[in-house]
């Protein structure tokens, strides 16, 4: 497996520290967030998913921690929006040049506006899929969200 990766230039040409830790990649897992959090041995709350939403029809980029799950309508209030739902995922494939399972916030295709959930940044360090399915990047919550330019926001349901 290669570790570079158009999330891991990205990063690098950012000047962002992190490491790359692979794992097996399950294509049958029920929810590949908590799969990669076993994988690696690390609680889910510190391997974060990312997410392709639509915000009134326009693409957004959501980051929150692999055990929880987005709240639409705190998604939308986030960015100052009327509704949001999940991308589908062949829209989403397409919308960041990855594939599902590999979905990276980091290098894709076209930079979308970014949410991270703040419980998130209270952490040391944060995992966060690395732009391949079997392929997540360590690093501080403060310099994803330098580097996403992404606002924090309560963004997981209750």
Same mark, same amino acid.
């Not at 590999?102 to 209270?122: H, L, R, Y």
């Given at each position: 497996?290669?570790?570079? @990766? ?5 990063? @690098?040409?950012?000047?962002?520290? !992190?490491?790359? %830790? @692979? ?21 889910? +709350? ?15 980029? %959501? %980051?929150?921690? =692999? ?5 639409? $309508? $705190?998604?939308?209030?986030? !960015? ?7 991308? $589908? ?9 990855? +594939? %599902?399972?590999?979905? =990276?916030? !980091?290098?894709?295709?076209?930079? /979308? ?9 209270? +952490?040391?360090?944060? !995992? ?8 997540? /990047? ?7 969200? @330098?580097?996403? $330019?992404?606002?924090?926001? =309560?963004?997981?349901?209750?």
């Amino acid at each position: 497996m290669s570790r570079t @990766t158009r999330a891991t230039q990205m990063l @690098t040409k950012a000047g962002v520290a !992190f490491t790359t %830790v @692979t794992y097996d990649y399950d294509p049958n897992a029920d929810r590949i967030g908590l799969q990669a959090a076993e994988a690696i041995g690390e609680p889910p +709350h510190l391997v974060l998913k990312t997410l392709m939403a639509e915000l009134d029809g326009k693409p957004v980029c %959501v %980051v929150v921690p =692999s055990d929880r799950e987005v709240s639409m $309508k $705190k998604l939308a209030a986030a !960015f100052g929006g009327k509704s949001a739902s999940m991308m $589908k995922p062949a829209d989403a494939e397409r919308a960041t040049g990855y +594939h %599902v399972g590999g979905i =990276s916030p !980091f290098g894709q295709k076209k930079q /979308v506006p970014t949410a991270i959930e703040a419980g998130a940044m209270t +952490h040391p360090y944060v !995992f966060m899929n690395g732009g391949q399915r079997g392929l997540q /990047v360590k690093l501080s919550p403060g310099d994803a969200q @330098t580097a996403l $330019k992404a606002i924090v926001a =309560s963004l997981v349901a209750d």
